[in-house]
């Protein structure tokens, strides 16, 4: 019965985290992986039913969302095409490298969720030692393998991954350092499962788009992220034990986490998405005729339902609140349910979904929550102890691996040059060819 409700709880989350990245598709970068992941830690405080962690579910899911978007640097466009090759050596490095890139996602986003709810009065959390840390790490890693060893995994693009995985192995030591080995646990496995999933999302693709099915397959290759991404982050947190934390806390530590997560990230995803371009390409693409007031609405609505849900949230979790802060499951539920359809709604708008079906993957995220929220419900406090050894470790990565190289076997076979198709290793380079 522990078990199941453990996978149940870990079904919501991952279920959470897919569909916000799918979601995440329509915005890429920085501010929509951080809107994302923001979701996935919030449905994981929902199912862990923890009082102590409501009270900071904020400051945790702001952690969590500034580290699962921390990986939206990363450039992996040409990645993506090395695994869409049709020899076995550029196709397994594509799925390799999108392994590494997926697991940074989740590791860094695992991690400081992690350590968000290992931080506790009793045991504080040195933040400003981490983050001065974590840039350390990721200048030295970055000149060092870039500038100096020019290590490229996608060259012409950018290497931006180097700086994460600095950024990754500072993380790391200041865990090992501080003995936060629940965060650390958190931090594997939520980046095996995010590592695995974009590896495995990309197989999808590729046999999608030789299908001949209409359908929006990079998408599902997104979703897999997550949803993976989800599953492993659930699954460290559930199976680790944590100190309890305080059961109120001052109102003045609510305020800038709050404002990170209703305003300031939404914001910003609205101000690089919502362009007048995007939005006059998308519109007349679904034949709406010049000079419709449905331009101007596309447009600007997003803002004013940010801005709206912003005051709203605003005033209930902070000004109606006394001196110490205590919120409650329903609190959580009601913000949890209220953000994640923020996202779906401005996802509608920035494709045109409200108006037309010609992109009919955007009503799947909608029978995900449905689904969501009817699982939600049925979740009980799950929490085990699982231990694995060095040796276990050793043997699961080695079948990621293998199982990984097995994809790649099969997607060569069932296909021959693919468009958008790159080649990372047997191309000539450029000035031997211009010879």
């Not at 699954?235 to 209703?262: A, C, D, H, N, R």
Request: hydrophobic share 50%.
């Amino acid at each position: 019965m522990k078990d199941r409700q453990l996978h149940l709880s870990m079904l919501v989350v991952a279920l959470s985290l897919g569909t916000a990245w799918a979601i995440r598709g329509q915005f890429g970068h920085e501010h929509g992986a951080a809107w994302a992941g923001g979701i996935g830690c919030l449905s994981l405080l929902l199912v862990a039913k923890r009082s102590d962690w409501y009270t900071k579910f904020f400051s945790a899911t702001m952690a969590g969302a500034l580290g699962w978007g921390l990986g939206g640097i990363m450039s992996y466009g040409i990645v993506v095409g090395y695994g869409r090759a049709d020899d076995f050596v550029n196709a397994y490095y594509g799925l390799m490298m999108l392994f590494v890139i997926g697991g940074l996602y989740g590791y860094i986003g695992g991690g400081l969720f992690g350590l968000a709810l290992a931080d506790t009065a009793k045991n504080p959390v040195k933040w400003a030692n981490l983050m001065v840390e974590m840039i350390a790490g990721a200048t030295l890693f970055y000149f060092f393998m870039i500038i100096e060893f020019e290590w490229f995994m996608t060259p012409p693009r950018s290497e931006m991954w180097a700086t994460c995985f600095g950024a990754a192995v500072a993380l790391t030591w200041f865990m090992i350092r501080h003995q936060q080995n629940s965060a650390l646990r958190v931090a594997v496995f939520s980046g095996l499962g995010g590592g695995f999933g974009f590896a495995f999302g990309n197989f999808l693709q590729i046999l999608g788009s030789i299908s001949g099915v209409k359908f929006n397959f990079w998408n599902v290759m997104e979703y897999t992220l997550g949803f993976f991404g989800g599953l492993g982050m659930s699954y460290g947190t559930l199976t680790s034990s944590w100190e309890k934390s305080e059961s109120s806390q001052k109102k003045s530590s609510v305020l800038f986490p709050l404002l990170m997560i209703v305003l300031i990230i939404p914001f910003i995803m609205w101000q690089q998405n919502f362009e007048t371009k995007r939005i006059y390409d998308m519109l007349i693409k679904i034949n709406v005729l010049d000079g419709s007031p449905l331009f101007a609405l596309s447009e600007w609505s997003g803002l004013v339902l940010i801005v709206v849900f912003a005051l709203i949230w605003f005033y209930k979790y902070y000004i109606s609140q006394p001196g110490n802060v205590i919120y409650s499951y329903k609190e959580v539920h009601t913000f949890f349910v209220a953000h994640l359809s923020l996202y779906i709604i401005l996802s509608w708008i920035i494709t045109g979904a409200l108006i037309s079906t010609y992109r009919p993957e955007q009503y799947l995220y909608a029978i995900n929550l449905v689904v969501i929220l009817i699982l939600i419900n049925k979740t009980q406090p799950s929490f085990a102890s699982h231990t694995i050894g060095l040796r276990k470790w050793s043997l699961n990565m080695a079948g990621i691996v293998v199982f990984i190289a097995l994809l790649a076997l099969i997607a060569i076979s069932a296909h021959d040059e693919l468009k958008g198709a790159q080649k990372r290793f047997g191309v000539e380079p450029v000035e031997e060819v211009a010879k």
